[in-house]
C-alpha cells in the first residue's frame, strides 16, 4: 500500500464516523489535518477490536496483534493501512511510542474492567484513552509552552468524564459501570439502579457532583490555554474548539435534569460548524 492510499483509508475513516472531533480537524493546515486523520482513525480501529469486535473473536488477541503493529510502524515495517499512515506521521512529528502503548493499555482495562472503587482508579483510564491521545495531539499542533501538557491532561479528563456521563446507560447495558463505586454509595444510588437504568433524586445528586467534576478539568484547562503565549493559544484553536463543543455537550446534560437514558445528548452538525467558526474567528482576532 502507497502511502497516498493509507491516508485516503484514515481520512475515509474519520469522515465516515460522524464524530465531533472531525469538525475541528477541518481547521488545520493539511499536513496537520491528515496527521490528526491518522491518529484518530488508529485509536478508533484499537477502541473497536474491544467495543465493536466481531462475535467468535478475541479482543485480547486483536490488541496482541495492534502491539505488533505498532511496533512494526516505528521499525518502518507497518502492514495495515493505519499503520503504514502513521508510521509516516510519527516519525515526522517525532511522535513517542509510549503514548499510543499506553492507549493500548487504556483499552485494554475494559477487558478486565467493569466497575471502578475510587476515582483514582477512574483517573488512570481517563488518563490512559484521552489524556494520551491530547499529548499525542500536541505533537501534531506544534505546541512548545510547558503548559501545555498540562492543559491536555486536563482536557481529556474532561472530555472522557462528559463521555461516562451521557453514555452511561449504553455502558449500563454492557454491564459496565464508569461512576466510581465510592461515589454511588456517597449518594445512596444502588448499582442495580443504574444496569436498571432508573432516576432518583440520588442519582440527580450524584449526577451534579460528577457534572461539577467534570466542569472543574474544562476549568483547570481553560486557565492553562490563558497563561500560554499567543502562538501556543493558537496552535490549540483546534482543542479549543473541541472544548467548546464538549463543554456544551455538559451544559445540555445539565439543563436536561440528567437525563440520559434516553436518546444520546449530542449537538446538531451546523452548531458544532457554528462553534468550531466562532472559535476560530476569536484565535485569529485575539491580540498577541
Same mark, same amino acid.
Given at each position: 500500500?502507497?502511502?497516498?492510499?493509507?491516508?485516503?483509508?484514515?481520512?475515509?475513516?474519520?469522515?465516515?464516523?460522524?464524530?465531533?472531533?472531525?469538525?475541528s480537524f477541518l481547521f488545520l493546515p493539511r499536513p496537520?489535518?491528515?496527521?490528526?486523520?491518522?491518529?484518530?482513525?488508529?485509536?478508533?480501529?484499537?477502541?473497536?477490536?474491544?467495543?465493536?469486535?466481531?462475535?467468535?473473536?478475541?479482543?485480547?488477541?486483536?490488541?496482541?496483534?495492534?502491539?505488533?503493529? *505498532? @511496533?512494526? +510502524?516505528? =521499525?518502518? $515495517?507497518?502492514?495495515?493501512?493505519?499503520?503504514?499512515?502513521? &508510521? /509516516?506521521?510519527? #516519525?515526522?512529528?517525532?511522535?513517542?511510542?509510549?503514548?499510543?502503548?499506553?492507549?493500548?493499555?487504556?483499552?485494554?482495562?475494559?477487558?478486565?474492567?467493569?466497575?471502578?472503587?475510587?476515582?483514582?482508579?477512574?483517573?488512570?483510564?481517563?488518563?490512559?484513552?484521552?489524556?494520551?491521545?491530547?499529548?499525542?495531539?500536541?505533537?501534531?499542533?506544534?505546541?512548545?509552552?510547558?503548559?501545555?501538557?498540562?492543559?491536555?491532561?486536563? *482536557? @481529556?479528563? +474532561?472530555? =472522557?468524564? $462528559?463521555?461516562?456521563?451521557?453514555?452511561?446507560?449504553?455502558? &449500563? /447495558?454492557?454491564? #459496565?459501570?464508569?461512576?466510581?463505586?465510592?461515589?454511588?454509595?456517597?449518594?445512596?444510588?444502588d448499582e442495580a439502579d443504574l444496569l436498571a437504568r432508573r432516576y432518583?433524586?440520588?442519582?440527580?445528586?450524584?449526577?451534579?457532583?460528577?457534572?461539577?467534576?467534570?466542569?472543574?478539568?474544562?476549568?483547570?484547562?481553560?486557565?492553562?490555554?490563558?497563561?500560554?503565549?499567543?502562538?501556543?493559544?493558537?496552535?490549540?484553536?483546534?482543542?479549543?474548539?473541541?472544548?467548546?463543543?464538549?463543554?456544551?455537550?455538559?451544559?445540555?446534560?445539565?439543563?436536561?435534569?440528567?437525563?440520559?437514558?434516553?436518546?444520546?445528548?449530542?449537538?446538531?452538525?451546523?452548531?458544532?460548524?457554528?462553534?468550531?467558526?466562532?472559535?476560530?474567528?476569536?484565535?485569529?482576532?485575539?491580540?498577541?
Open positions: 500500500m502507497t502511502l497516498a492510499e493509507a491516508q485516503r483509508y484514515c481520512t475515509h475513516v474519520t469522515k465516515q464516523s460522524g464524530s465531533n472531533f472531525y469538525y496537520r489535518r491528515e496527521a490528526m486523520y491518522t491518529v484518530y482513525a488508529f485509536c478508533r480501529e484499537v477502541d473497536s477490536a474491544v467495543d465493536d469486535a466481531p462475535p467468535g473473536s478475541d479482543p485480547k488477541e486483536q490488541l496482541r496483534r495492534w502491539r505488533i503493529e *505498532l @511496533g512494526a +510502524a516505528y =521499525q518502518g $515495517t507497518p502492514t495495515e493501512p493505519v499503520t503504514v499512515s502513521l &508510521a /509516516e506521521h510519527a #516519525r515526522r512529528l517525532e511522535i513517542p511510542r509510549d503514548y499510543f502503548e499506553e492507549l493500548i493499555k487504556g483499552v485494554e482495562m475494559d477487558l478486565t474492567h467493569r466497575r471502578y472503587a475510587t476515582f483514582d482508579e477512574l483517573y488512570q483510564y481517563c488518563y490512559r484513552v484521552a489524556s494520551v491521545v491530547g499529548l499525542i495531539c500536541l505533537k501534531v499542533f506544534g505546541t512548545r509552552s510547558p503548559l501545555a501538557n498540562e492543559y491536555a491532561v486536563n *482536557l @481529556g479528563l +474532561a472530555f =472522557q468524564l $462528559t463521555n461516562i456521563l451521557r453514555d452511561l446507560g449504553t455502558d &449500563a /447495558e454492557r454491564g #459496565r459501570i464508569y461512576l466510581p463505586q465510592e461515589d454511588l454509595a456517597h449518594f445512596h444510588y432518583s433524586p440520588g442519582f440527580d445528586d450524584l449526577m451534579r457532583f460528577e457534572c461539577d467534576r467534570a466542569r472543574d478539568y474544562y476549568r483547570k484547562a481553560r486557565v492553562a490555554v490563558e497563561a500560554m503565549p499567543a502562538a501556543d493559544r493558537r496552535a490549540l484553536t483546534v482543542a479549543e474548539i473541541m472544548r467548546g463543543v464538549y463543554a456544551r455537550i455538559l451544559d445540555r446534560i445539565e439543563r436536561s435534569g440528567y437525563r440520559v437514558f434516553g436518546p444520546r445528548i449530542s449537538l446538531p452538525s451546523f452548531y458544532r460548524l457554528a462553534i468550531a467558526a466562532g472559535v476560530w474567528l476569536r484565535s485569529r482576532l485575539r491580540p498577541e
